[in-house]
Each structure stands twice: as C-alpha cells, then as structure tokens.
C-alpha cells in the first residue's frame, strides 16, 4: 500500500482539492483554452511531500474541469493526466530523485493529453504539436516558475517541521 488511508489523510486530500479547484477557479479565465496557464498546476509539488496531495490533485482538477464545463472526455483524460503528473512528483521524492523534476511529468503528461483533447475534441483549428507546446509553455509557468519556488519555501517548511506534512 502505497499510504495509509485515514481520516488525516483525507482532510489533506481534501484540502489539495479544494486549494486546486479555488485557485483555478479564481484564475479561471487563464486555466483553460488553446493558451493556458492553469496555476494550480504548481500543486503538483504538494505530491513531493505527501502522498495524500495525489488524490487531492485528481479530485481537484475533477471538479475542476466540471465547473469549467469541460465535456466528459476532457475530465476524464485531462484529470488523468494530472493524476499521472501527481503520481511522479510523489515517486520523485520516494526514490530519491532531485526536488527540481518533481513537476517534469505534469508539463510533459498534460501537454501532451491535453495538447491532443484541444486539438481533436475542441477543434482549435492547430496542428497538434502546435497545440502541444501552447499547452507545455503554460504548465511550464505554472509548474515551474510558480511551482519550483513552492517546493524550495514548503522544504524550508519541511525541515523545520518535520512531520507538517504527514509523510
């Protein structure tokens, strides 16, 4: 088993969600579309330090992607991508990777996912690479350049506080 399941567990679930549906739900105009920053994608980080941030982050784009009115195949696909992307920045840390790839895969994974649902499900009239960097720029800004100074303050956090995260 990957984490144990309890009710702390779910609170932080519960809390990476809901901080990922009110962060792009308040910068909603930009977390969707063709040319997109979707800044709660700096979450990702928040997997480094706890397993219970990869629920939290799938639920969140969820519900996410539901408010925003995505069709079925965007929520389904899309959030698996972010999933995915979760999932790497917790092993990141599990087996000792660098801090810094930690959101690798949530620009790779959804420029990628996402990149092709823009394409072929909304029809932006852009060839699917074009559509594929548009989408990786911006989880570029979010993951990185919103993201990595996160993972830096939240690991000053983490040292001093050892167990404020609950790994």
């Known amino acids: 088993m990957f984490y144990k399941i309890g009710i702390k567990n779910m609170v932080r679930s519960a809390l990476v969600a809901a901080l990922y549906v009110s962060i792009t739900a ?21 997997a480094y330090f706890t397993p219970a941030a990869v629920p ?9 992607n539901i408010i925003s ?18 999932w790497f920045a917790y092993l990141v840390r599990r087996h000792g990777l660098p801090k810094a790839l930690s959101p690798l895969a949530g620009v790779v994974v959804n420029a990628f996912v996402v990149g ?20 990786a720029a911006g989880q570029f800004i979010a993951c990185y350049l919103l993201g990595i100074p996160l993972l830096y303050a939240l690991s000053k956090l983490d040292r001093r506080f050892p167990n404020i995260f609950g790994a």
Do not use: K, N
């Open 26 to 46: 308040l910068f909603l105009p930009f977390s969707s579309g063709l040319i997109q920053v979707r800044v709660s994608e700096a979450l990702y980080v928040l």
């Open 116 to 135: 092709g649902l823009l394409c072929w499900l909304y029809d932006v009239g852009t060839p699917y690479f074009v559509c594929v960097l548009y989408v």
């Open 56 to 64: 939290g982050l799938f639920i969140g784009c969820v519900i996410s």
């Open 69 to 86: 009115g995505a069709p079925f195949l965007d929520v389904l696909l899309g959030s698996a991508a972010t999933l995915a992307g979760a």
